[in-house]
């Protein structure tokens, strides 16, 4: 592993940003925990565990870009063979 390797990795303060979908699927049913209103044709308990989902893919690519446009992802060395023989 390089200095350079090195220095991009490790935990940025929008890392915490994964956080949210635990706390939004785990924090927030006591919230949502209810048949009615209806939103888009699912109870509102539905809703919000698959609103929760998405979001988490959308939050996951925020913080791919984020480490990407840092560099972070550019850095990163590639595997070696270290069997010295060709497969």
């Keep these: 592993m390089t200095a350079e390797t ?7 303060p929008y890392h915490a940003l994964a956080l949210l979908p635990m ?8 919230f949502a925990n209810r048949v009615e209103p209806y939103v888009l044709g699912l109870p509102f308990l539905l ?16 913080i791919w870009a984020l480490d990407r446009a840092r560099g972070s992802g550019a ?8 069997t010295g023989g060709t497969r």
């Design 47 to 62: 809703f919000w565990i698959v609103m929760w989902v998405v979001g988490a893919s959308a939050i996951m690519w925020i």
């Design 6 to 12: 090195r220095r991009a990795g490790g935990l940025r």
């Design 23 to 30: 706390l939004g699927l785990l924090g927030g049913v006591w």
């Design 75 to 82: 850095t990163l060395e590639e595997p070696r063979d270290t």
